[in-house]
């Protein structure tokens, strides 16, 4: 009787811990994938924020060149800076709940375009801030992407 018991409890014990390991591989793997479409997002959104400084910079002299009026330019910020204030929107959520190893370096793209205004009068001190904007915007898709190599680790590598 003692080895029957002895049985039982083996199959049902090796039962809950396969049903136990199965669901925590299979919770890691969904995590993984939502981490994936997240960090996929947050590249999207620093690209984007990056080519609308990078398409500024290359259009200033056209933009300050031209005599427009202060409709003209109300209306060309309101058609472009809402969908560059979603992406920022977007991109800092993203940052703060997925990747707050990101944060000390968009807190430092942040000020940048913060400090622009104070330029905005020197125009080669305007361009040659717009390049460092350029250049912290690329630095922190850089970091973005270093994360993609560790999601995408085989997911047995779960003790790291």
Request: include cysteine; charge should be positive; hydrophobic fraction near 40%.
């Amino acid at each position: 009787m003692d080895a029957f018991v002895n049985g039982l409890l083996t199959v049902l014990t090796s039962g809950i811990v396969s049903a136990v390991a199965t669901t925590l591989l299979n919770f890691s793997q969904a995590e993984r994938q939502l981490r994936r479409n997240k960090l996929e997002e947050l590249c999207v959104a620093i690209q984007k924020g990056t080519r609308f400084v990078y398409v500024l910079k290359t259009n200033y002299e056209e933009i300050t060149s031209r005599n427009f009026t202060l409709a003209d330019v109300r209306q060309a910020l309101e058609k472009t800076s809402s969908g560059v204030t979603d992406d920022m929107l977007r991109l800092n959520t993203l940052v703060s709940i997925y990747f707050p190893a990101l944060y000390p370096e968009l807190v430092k793209s942040a000020e940048l375009v913060d400090e622009l205004k104070k330029v905005s009068g020197d125009r080669a001190a305007f361009l040659a801030h717009m390049d460092k904007i350029i250049q912290s915007r690329t630095k922190l898709l850089h970091q973005a992407t270093k994360h993609g190599a560790t999601l995408n680790e085989p997911a047995w590598k779960f003790w790291r």
